[in-house]
């Protein structure tokens, strides 16, 4: 079993930036990739960002050049810093780990006001 927890969400103005934290507990040898999903109201939950256990990282188009994954292997977490952030990046994140199937975290909210 494998507990997330997201942290870092808040308000914050377009333009400005946040750091997301996710922190995965539990019995854990070692976890495969970690990344990052967002839903907006209405809308599906989309792939943000995504890191391999060797650190090979994958972007969604939109976010490219802005936000910047990054993890921790021997502390289990991962971190998105977004930069440069738009209304439309407003969102419910949602943290993953795949250890022997995927683990989600409750998710923690983004919210840019314009």
């Known amino acids: 079993q494998v507990q997330l927890v997201e942290s870092g969400g808040g308000l914050v103005q377009a333009g400005g930036s946040l750091r997301l934290s996710c922190a995965a507990s539990g019995s854990i040898f070692s976890i495969n990739a970690m990344g990052w999903y967002r839903q907006a109201p209405g809308k599906q939950r989309e792939l943000v960002a995504s890191?391999?256990?060797?650190?090979?990282?994958t972007y969604a188009t939109f976010v490219k050049g802005r936000f910047t994954i990054s993890r921790d292997n021997a502390k289990n977490t991962v971190y998105l810093q977004m930069n440069s952030l738009k209304p439309e990046d407003a969102a419910v994140y949602y943290c993953?780990?795949?250890?022997?199937?995927?683990?989600w975290g409750k998710g923690t909210l983004v919210t840019v006001s314009s």
């Open positions: 890191i391999t256990n060797y650190g090979r990282t």
């Open positions: 993953y780990a795949d250890y022997s199937m995927r683990y």
